[in-house]
């Protein structure tokens, strides 16, 4: 599949980002001392795709 189907191919198959969580602030909302942590579970499918991407497509780097 080429990687620029597989977005719409995650949201036919009803794999939706939870990343829509975030919220915007203003640089004046932010004060100083905020923090924020972001987290998200990547898929073994996911891994590859980066690896193809990035040209790192040795066993060693994928397998684990």
Not at 3 to 9: E, K, R, T
Not at 31 to 39: D, M, P, Q, V
């Given at each position: 599949m080429p990687?620029?189907?597989?977005?719409?191919?995650r949201r036919a198959h009803g794999?939706?980002?939870t990343m829509a969580d975030f919220h915007n602030h203003?640089?004046?909302q932010?004060?100083?001392?905020?923090?924020?942590?972001?987290?998200r579970a990547i898929t073994a499918t996911e891994v590859e795709a980066l690896a193809l991407?990035?040209?790192e497509v040795d066993p060693f780097?994928?397998?684990g």
């Open positions: 990687l620029l189907d597989v977005i719409p191919a794999i939706v980002s203003t640089y004046d932010i004060a100083i001392g905020a923090t924020e942590t972001a987290t991407v990035a040209g780097h994928l397998d």
